[in-house]
């Protein structure tokens, strides 16, 4: 059986995973342990993760059931009958590549290769032991139907009863849901992907011999080869042009027998812990039917441009296995997309007289100016992702100079003094985290480190604490990314985005301000959000927040306002903290 690529530093907590590659630093802990949960664990690693991982080993491989194979076989000339991990039985349908070799630091019970393949079999058909949250097939198209006119989602929280029940909560399984559609074939864009666990998704929809492209941004080994062991499955790594820069997109496309598509915009990567005890946004778009084939070439746009601007990002990869995807965007219907795409793209980019602003927190800006109704300068802009990056000296560097004041835009008509309005930061504290389901393991997806905390000191005048209890996701860490500008005192919500970008001058762009030329806008990352803005989602002015208006659903924020500022002795949640952890 083939070592693990990532060794010690594995976070995997599915079985097949488990059932394919060999950890030999879990193997020399479960061999000393006497199976039924009682190890002694080095204080190098997560005692947390550890259990979780060495549990599943005595899933696979109990030694209990190893003895009794053993007996057996040496008492009675029968084959040995292998213990069932879950109910269910063997079939030819098992989404698991077949184990090469074997691992002398493996169990005894794991040298028998194919008692390990009718194990997976055998795991693998009960559902509720791949996938913590299962929601009944058959109603997601009803679902999405009552989001309306939003279409927007969290994800269900594992260890919150009370989101696996809630109208917009949402699984992975349900994206896959047969009743939006029977699916032909899809393509994941994100940056990391754990594609055993996605594979297993689509096993249980019954979609895993299904054309899938992965377009992925994160270095992995198991993509490199899956071609391999799943022929319909296209892995490309998204090469970027300098090397701190990221492929941070998170979206889908799921194409249908019957023509139509659908695109999904999201914040999770693709791997358990996202979908787990994170608190994730989605948008999901109507479904999109196919054009005529003598329909014009301008035909199926929606009233953001939203297919357009979808297009011109796709060809900013210069990926050829995307031009299939790309004609057949061209050909869809997207006239009941209410939404803007925004997106950022690697490079420097400067305003067209066409299209304005291209990308970025500049893109963003544009469309505020053109669309957005006049605010009160006092309204803040409210910001909200999982990670920060190095802002500048002081606020005015970049929070103010650039983003703000592209956030900061409306329609009032040019000419009008402005002032700066107030800017907020939503970011985890120490408390937050510590408190959270998962412990202090729940800062695993808040990459915000030490080194550049200590830069920008200033940044803590303006954090606020996460807090979701009307959502039920106070104690599920946000690696939601989302921001906005609303109003307590007459309860409306002015615009909202939900996006991949953090709070970064990678993601968002900063400007070259040389005087003598242009200024050209430089973005590290690709990212891609959607904007949500009043006069075309609902008709009115503003998202009535809290309550419904008149007939208008209010909002689903994902957070509680009013907001929570840091008191006196909190903190920011630092990656550093999790150093005597893992």
Request: charged residues 20%; neutral net charge; proline residues 7%.
């Amino acid at each position: 059986m083939k070592e693990c690529p990532y060794g010690e530093k594995c976070y995997r907590k599915n079985p097949i995973h488990f059932g394919e590659f060999s950890h030999a630093h879990l193997d020399a802990i479960y061999e000393k342990g006497n199976g039924s949960g009682d190890y002694e664990i080095p204080a190098k690693y997560s005692s947390e993760m550890i259990h979780t991982q060495l549990k599943l080993l005595e899933k696979l491989f109990p030694k209990a059931a190893a003895k009794k194979e053993e007996e057996a076989h040496s008492s009675s000339s029968k084959p040995p009958v292998t213990a069932p991990i879950a109910s269910g039985s063997s079939s030819s349908g098992s989404l698991d590549t077949k184990p090469s070799g074997s691992s002398s630091s493996r169990p005894a019970a794991s040298q028998d290769t194919s008692n390990l393949a009718k194990k997976q079999k055998l795991n693998a058909k009960n559902i509720k032991d791949y996938i913590p949250v299962v929601i009944e097939k058959g109603g997601m198209a009803k679902k999405l139907e009552r989001a309306a006119p939003y279409n927007m989602f969290l994800t269900a929280i594992t260890d919150s009863k009370p989101t696996h029940a809630e109208p917009l909560s949402i699984t992975l399984q349900e994206i896959l849901d047969e009743s939006l559609g029977e699916i032909e074939s899809t393509v994941q864009i994100n940056f990391m992907v754990d594609i055993g666990w996605l594979l297993g998704h689509y096993y249980f929809a019954g979609i895993l011999d299904k054309p899938l492209l992965v377009l992925y941004g994160d270095e992995s080994p198991e993509l490199l080869s899956i071609g391999k062991f799943k022929p319909q499955v296209t892995a490309i790594r998204v090469r970027m042009p300098t090397p701190f820069a990221t492929s941070h997109t998170k979206m889908m496309f799921l194409g249908y027998t019957d023509g139509s598509m659908r695109v999904v915009i999201s914040t999770a990567n693709l791997y358990e812990d996202d979908w787990h005890n994170r608190t994730q946004g989605l948008w999901i778009s109507p479904k999109l039917p196919a054009l005529p084939e003598d329909a014009d070439t301008g035909a199926g746009e929606s009233l953001t441009g939203f297919k357009q601007d979808l297009m011109l990002y796709l060809v900013e990869y210069k990926i050829s296995q995307l031009q299939p995807w790309i004609a057949r965007i061209r050909k869809s219907d997207f006239s009941a997309i209410n939404v803007f795409f925004l997106g950022s793209v690697p490079g420097g980019h400067r305003e067209s007289s066409v299209r304005g602003h291209p990308w970025g927190h500049a893109r963003l800006g544009s469309l505020l100016s053109k669309h957005a109704t006049p605010i009160d300068d006092r309204i803040p802009v409210i910001c909200q992702s999982s990670s920060i990056g190095s802002l500048g000296a002081n606020v005015q560097a970049w929070i103010q100079q650039d983003f703000v004041n592209s956030l900061k835009k409306d329609s009032t008509p040019v000419g009008k003094l402005r002032q700066m309005p107030p800017f907020k930061m939503i970011y985890p504290s120490f408390g937050n985290v510590s408190g959270s389901h998962d412990g202090m393991l729940g800062g695993g997806c808040l990459p915000y480190g030490k080194n550049t905390n200590d830069k920008q000191p200033w940044l803590k005048d303006y954090l606020q604490q996460w807090k979701s209890s009307d959502r039920y996701r106070s104690r599920a860490m946000p690696h939601i990314k989302s921001y906005t500008r609303l109003n307590l005192e007459d309860q409306s919500v002015y615009w909202f985005v939900l996006t991949s970008a953090n709070l970064s001058k990678a993601a968002w762009g900063c400007f070259n301000k040389n005087s003598n030329i242009q200024p050209c806008l430089r973005i590290a990352n690709y990212e891609v959000g959607v904007l949500f803005l009043p006069r075309f989602v609902t008709g009115e002015d503003t998202f009535p927040l809290g309550n419904n208006r008149d007939g208008v659903p209010a909002f689903p924020l994902p957070y509680d306002v009013p907001l929570t500022p840091y008191a006196p002795d909190d903190k920011p949640f630092l990656m550093d903290y999790l150093q005597g952890l893992y």
